[in-house]
């Protein structure tokens, strides 16, 4: 049975594009893997215990708090933390560009999870309602900007997304 | 033994089975990670191993055999709330997982068996398996055995997340023309609520035939009513049978939870208005 158990884990994961493989502790956080291993520090470390989103990463293509997901139980996923939401040649995606353009972020800590969900729902909606936005972006909390500019960022995302895709 | 946390991965339910029997207590099951990881990195839990049970694939999958719907504990809340089999045949449990606290990120990562095996009273799925009148299997080095849900909440002894594996949840298909709803009770911008009911009900021109209402986050875990309302049946809903059933539903809260969800006076007063108002809407939706 003791042949069971491992003390380190190995995983193997692609981040952004790029693989890696990494013998890690078995306790060690996705978020933890991200920071410290891999020096990729736009996934930021709010509160790690799952309410704040601002450690959000899409895993597999869906979004998850990468702070309360066990970096050992994701061998071989795929996953895009925000620095993968930019462009090939380096300029801000459609998304990106919406949230500057429509101040959707100020201090920009709430970041990660605002865009990886609204990359999320743009997917499978190019249209959001007002209570849609609301269901897509409740996992995070932002403190700066009242909310009201996030909202007008998705849906000018949702604008460049629909010129870009035609 | 090392001072970090030990991992193993069965790949499959006979591993998972060898591992649990020879494992001590402080072996701990995961699946989503969404209940146990908060509380690992709040200091408040310390696995000496990770069972990580996420390559099972008999733990994976929703399907419908012999007239029953089985949904594996390792079936994602997002899988819950889209899965065409049950949106239309078990209407109440999609939404109720709809209703679930965290955002997509959490609906994405967390599942079923974990809220299960969590039965923590604030959580949103149990009350409806209870109304649904769900049975699991439950898996030990023992061998699998068949349960109802309702029995194995009573069993101190379950053993559920450290030698034992909830597999899958087996669940009868609502009836057609069963009104149903899931009410929630909110009183702060998070994810959970003060109070909440699910509650099916079917109809016989205006007459009550059937009725099932479970009533959740007011107790240490959820309250069965159906029993206790029993007599509703038979009756048209009416405004005096409407007052009876927020009354005698309160009543059968005796010991209420005083949290920062509110006190427990004012939650027992709740829960009365939580089941009236499912089985009012409920009502509205039968037919
Ligand atoms: C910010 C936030 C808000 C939330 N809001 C809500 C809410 O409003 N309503 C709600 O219902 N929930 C809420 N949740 C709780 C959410 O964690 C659960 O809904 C989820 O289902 C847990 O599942 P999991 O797979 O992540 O469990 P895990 O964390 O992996 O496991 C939970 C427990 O179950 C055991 N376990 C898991 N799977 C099995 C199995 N197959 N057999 C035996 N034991 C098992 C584990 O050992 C552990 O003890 C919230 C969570 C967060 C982080
Ligand atoms: S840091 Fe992960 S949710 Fe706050
Ligand atoms: S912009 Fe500061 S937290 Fe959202």
Redesign the pocket.
């Known amino acids: 049975m003791e042949d069971m158990l491992e003390d380190t884990v190995l995983v193997n994961l692609r981040v952004n594009g790029k693989l890696h493989e990494l013998e890690i502790p078995a306790h060690k956080s996705l978020l933890d893997l991200l920071r410290e291993d891999l020096n990729m520090t736009g996934t930021h470390m709010g509160c790690m215990?799952?309410?704040c989103g601002a450690c959000t990463v899409s895993i597999d293509g869906r979004v998850a708090?990468s702070c309360?997901t066990l970096a050992a139980t994701l061998s071989r996923a795929k996953i895009t933390t925000i620095e993968g939401l930019t462009e090939e040649d380096g300029t801000l995606s459609p998304i990106q560009q919406a949230f500057w353009d429509e101040a959707g972020f100020q201090c920009g800590y709430c970041a990660p999870g605002m865009l990886m969900c609204t990359a999320e729902l743009l997917e499978s909606n190019s249209d959001p309602s007002d209570s849609e936005i609301e269901t897509a972006l409740a996992?995070n909390l932002c403190r700066c900007t009242g909310y009201q500019s996030l909202k007008r960022a998705v849906k000018a995302a949702a604008v460049k997304a629909k010129e870009k895709a035609s | 033994m090392s001072l970090y946390p030990a991992f193993a991965r069965p790949r499959d339910l006979g591993q998972a089975a060898e591992i649990m029997g020879s494992l001590s207590t402080g072996a701990?099951?995961?699946?989503?990670?969404?209940?146990?990881?908060?509380s690992v990195n709040y200091g408040a839990l310390m696995p000496e191993v990770y069972i990580d049970?996420g390559q099972i694939a008999a733990?994976k999958g929703i399907s419908e055999e012999a007239g029953a719907i089985q949904i594996g504990?390792?079936t994602?809340?997002r899988d819950v709330q889209n899965n065409d089999l049950i949106q239309s045949k078990l209407p109440l449990l999609s939404y109720a997982a709809a209703?679930?606290?965290?955002?997509m990120q959490?609906h994405n990562?967390?599942?079923?068996?974990?809220?299960i095996?969590?039965m923590?009273p604030?959580?949103?799925?149990l009350p409806s398996l209870l109304a649904l009148g769900a049975e699991v299997d439950v898996l030990s080095d023992v061998g699998e055995v068949r349960v109802a849900l309702a029995d194995l909440m009573k069993d101190a002894r379950h053993g559920?997340?450290?030698e034992?594996?909830?597999?899958r949840v087996h669940l009868k298909p609502m009836m057609p023309g069963a009104g149903w709803s899931y009410e929630k009770l909110k009183i702060t911008a998070?994810?959970?609520?003060s109070a909440n009911a699910a509650a099916i009900v079917t109809l016989d021109s205006s007459k009550i035939t059937s009725l099932r209402v479970v009533v959740g986050a007011v107790s240490a875990l959820p309250v069965d009513m159906s029993d206790t309302l029993s007599d509703c049946c038979g009756q048209a809903w009416s405004a005096h049978l409407a007052e009876e059933v927020e009354a005698r539903s309160s009543a059968e809260i005796k010991e209420p939870l005083s949290d920062h969800q509110g006190d427990g006076e004012w939650r027992r007063a709740m829960a009365g208005v939580m089941a009236r108002g499912a089985i009012e809407a409920a009502i509205k939706k039968a037919g």
């Open positions: 215990t799952g309410h708090k309360i996992g | 701990m099951i995961i699946a989503g990670g969404q209940e146990l990881m908060p049970v733990l504990s390792f994602v809340h209703q679930i606290g965290g955002g959490v990562r967390g599942t079923i068996g974990g809220n095996v969590a923590h604030l959580y949103d799925i559920l997340g450290s034992s594996l909830l597999v998070g994810g959970y609520g």
